[in-house]
């Protein structure tokens, strides 16, 4: 299953909970997201590049700028 905000989708999935056949390998943050949807793309885009086939969003905060944690997953 492809995560997709158009145009772009991203094969890591969004998940609420760890995967049970999957193993946390690691934690990814971005930030500068001007709002939710840029934010969650942003994560799956790096989740993306770090081989992830799933992350989850542990945190997120901002003003003016959001920034994002989650955790990734494979």
């Known amino acids: 299953v ?25 934690v990814i943050t971005v930030s500068g997201a001007s709002d939710l949807t840029s934010l969650e793309s942003s994560l799956a885009a790096k989740a993306d590049q770090a081989g992830a086939k799933s992350f989850r969003i542990i945190g997120a905060g901002g003003n003016n700028q959001l920034h994002g944690t989650a955790e990734i997953y494979q």
Do not use: E, M, R, S
Request: net charge negative.
């Open 2 to 26: 492809q995560t997709c905000a158009l145009p772009i989708c991203f094969a890591a999935d969004l998940v609420q909970n760890q995967p049970a056949d999957q193993q946390k390998v690691g």
